[in-house]
């Protein structure tokens, strides 16, 4: 489903993770010099004498680089997000519009654009996580890995299974808790009906001196929400210290490998602080994305909410021919034909109409009168098109509506709902 909203944005996403790729890759010219300068001591300090400065003159020149290219990264990303931000308020707004009044009429107003607000929110937030922080970690993990199988390939058998071990306990601890987070958010989002029913329905609220009672059942979810928030942070606590030690020991192993092949001639000690600063920074990216993996799993649940609203059926289809479809001026002559309707959540009850024949004039007045639930606002909902009749049709100037555009006979009605 996220995937469906970055869709329209892959060019940019694609500049981003390019750019993402190159700073990755010049973030190791720095250890690579340094490597280069140790290793020229080691062999005497002849070379390092000769070339220190313009050693260093390099090093900075491509640190300057670097930082230069990070701009530019961050540039793309901030694109991606900003794009994000301005469609999605488009898309969505452009969706709930369209969907029929049946659906408006039964949801809650406040909750759907709750739903809709934390959704984008959360959206953007996921763009600059992934790009951030998860894509530069998986290209650094692969060019680390590139390198060592080429310096010295033992190393991987250390970071390798260090950083597996870590990603299952993440995700198992994450994962784990999926249910709970979900439980929390659905919480959440029914306190945030009650405060918006009561805030929309203001008049009413004051009127019955019902104030005080709809806070107190706001504070009575909004505390069961900040024990089950207490709760599900505990278990990320626990966990975090399994992690600390793990990485712990990776740092160490690696350090200890390395350290016996100096010992063993097998490398030299400049490429160990090579190796050390490579495996450090992968470790330290990996335990970073543990904590970035808490706010993809937060994150997640209100963009998926957000997204069923893009499964939900939109309103009457129009025709697809626009030409026939077109509406120049319409005289107002109206006619139901057999005509049958029922709401879906009445079930198997009583039908709001039943074969109704009606006719009315272009230019003539009537009145419609009858009891309440008798069918009179449907007949208008029917004429309207919000809904389309189960059994028999309606004609305009004896045309059916469905072959017309709605856009075009709608503009042509002036509709008073009360």
Not at 107 to 122: A, D, P
Not at 139 to 154: E, H, N, R, S
Not at 261 to 268: P, Y
Request: glycine share 8%.
């Amino acid at each position: 489903q996220f995937r469906d909203l970055c869709r329209p944005h892959a060019p940019l996403i694609k500049r981003a993770v390019l750019w993402i790729l190159v700073v990755q890759v010049l973030a190791l010219v720095e250890p690579y010099l340094v490597m280069y300068i140790i290793d020229g001591f080691q062999s005497g300090g002849d070379v390092i004498r000769v070339h220190l400065v313009p050693l260093c003159v390099g090093m900075f020149t491509v640190l300057a680089f670097v930082g230069a290219v990070q701009v530019k990264k961050n540039t793309y990303i901030r694109n991606v997000w900003i794009a994000m931000e301005h469609d999605l308020p488009i898309t969505y707004g452009r969706k709930l519009l369209s969907l029929p009044l049946t659906y408006h009429q039964t949801e809650n107003t406040g909750s759907i654009i709750g739903k809709v607000v934390r959704g984008i929110g959360r959206s953007c937030d996921l763009v600059n996580v992934l790009l951030f922080e998860i894509v530069p970690l998986i290209i650094q993990t692969m060019v680390t890995f590139g390198i060592l199988a080429f310096l010295y390939w033992p190393a991987i058998f250390v970071i390798a299974p260090v950083m597996t071990v870590f990603a299952y306990v993440t995700v198992k601890v994450k994962l784990g808790l999926a249910e709970h987070r979900m439980k929390r958010h659905e919480r959440d989002g029914e306190g945030d009906d009650v405060l918006g029913q009561a805030v929309t329905n203001v008049m009413t609220t004051q009127a019955f001196a019902q104030e005080q009672r709809e806070m107190e059942v706001v504070r009575a979810i909004r505390d069961e929400v900040k024990v089950m928030t207490h709760r599900e942070f505990r278990q990320y606590d626990i966990s975090d210290i399994s992690r600390n030690t793990l990485i712990s020991f990776g740092r160490v192993a690696v350090i200890f490998v390395c350290a016996r092949a100096v010992l063993g001639e097998a490398i030299s000690t400049g490429l160990l602080v090579f190796i050390a600063t490579l495996a450090d920074k992968v470790f330290i990216s990996s335990y970073r994305i543990s904590a970035v993996f808490d706010r993809m799993m937060e994150a997640a649940e209100p963009v998926m909410r957000m997204t069923q609203i893009m499964e939900e059926r939109e309103s009457l289809a129009d025709p697809v021919c626009t030409k026939t479809a077109a509406v120049s001026r319409l005289e107002g002559t109206i006619r139901f034909e057999g005509t049958s309707f029922s709401y879906k959540k009445q079930g198997t009850g009583k039908p709001a109409l039943s074969g109704i024949d009606l006719e009315i004039n272009a230019g003539e007045t009537i009145g419609i009168v009858g009891e309440s639930g008798s069918g009179k606002s449907t007949l208008v909902k029917l004429l309207m098109r919000f809904d389309d009749p189960s059994q028999g049709r309606v004609l305009i100037d004896g045309r059916d509506q469905r072959s017309m555009r709605k856009v075009y006979f709608r503009r042509q009605i002036g509709y008073v709902p009360q």
